[in-house]
């Protein structure tokens, strides 16, 4: 079952990740500065977008980055644990 589940996660990122497309996210504003600028011949344009792209994708690493460290911090391991029946006095 685990290399079932292995399979099909490296399945669906090989699709993904073959099958991606250009994000081209902006304001009104830098969409029309960028347009000008490509119109006239400069590169600026690229740029633009990819700042606005390595900007965007910032917070999503982060929050990754803090998950997967949770993860591994919290994660339930297999410990056996001896614990006494006896009664636990709090007082």
Known sequence: MKT???ILCGFILT???LS????SAQC????LN???SVQNGNSEGKGLNN?????LAAPY????GVGFLWYKK????????????SKINLN
């Open 61 to 64: 690493l982060a929050i990754a």
């Open 28 to 31: 009104s504003m830098c969409t």
């Open 4 to 6: 079932l589940r292995i």
């Open 20 to 23: 991606s497309l250009d994000a």
């Open 15 to 17: 699709v993904t990740s």
């Open 74 to 85: 919290y994660r339930r391991k297999n410990v056996t644990m001896n614990i006494k029946d």
């Open 51 to 55: 700042g606005i792209l390595y900007l």
């Open 34 to 36: 960028a347009e000008n």
